[in-house]
């Protein structure tokens, strides 16, 4: 069982930036960052395999967002630039097998941009 727990969010203007961190309570292979908003489904936004080097990114924050993990594979990292109102939304962190698979979920944490 892993604990993944999640730090970072609030309240940030337009253009602004955020750094999301998550740490797990042991190594993880995959981890990525979630976010849903009101009235949406959750959706992937990052993803970074055990290595650091495999990453995926949603076309919704590619160019904005960057995902990182640490060395110890414990903690990763969601450094969120050039923010705009509709990444408003909870951010959740999860770790899995691969890219695309989860199965640990954080409690989530709330990122607003105001316009």
């Known amino acids: 069982q892993v604990q993944l727990e999640e730090s970072g969010g609030g309240l940030v203007q337009a253009g602004g930036s955020l750094r999301l961190s998550c740490a797990a309570s042991?190594?993880?292979?995959?981890m990525g960052w979630f976010r849903q908003a009101p009235g949406k489904e959750r959706e992937l936004v990052a993803a970074?395999?055990?290595?650091?080097?495999?990453?995926y990114y949603s076309d919704s924050v590619k160019g904005r967002f960057t995902i990182s993990r640490d060395n110890a594979k414990t903690t990763v990292f969601l450094e969120m630039n050039s923010l705009k109102a509709e990444d408003t939304a909870v951010y959740y962190c999860?770790?899995?097998?691969?890219?695309?698979?989860?199965?640990?979920w954080g409690q989530g944490t709330q990122v607003t941009v105001s316009s």
């Open positions: 999860a770790a899995g097998s691969n890219l695309r698979t989860y199965t640990y």
């Open positions: 970074v395999g055990w290595s650091g080097t495999s990453t």
């Open positions: 042991g190594r993880t292979i995959a």
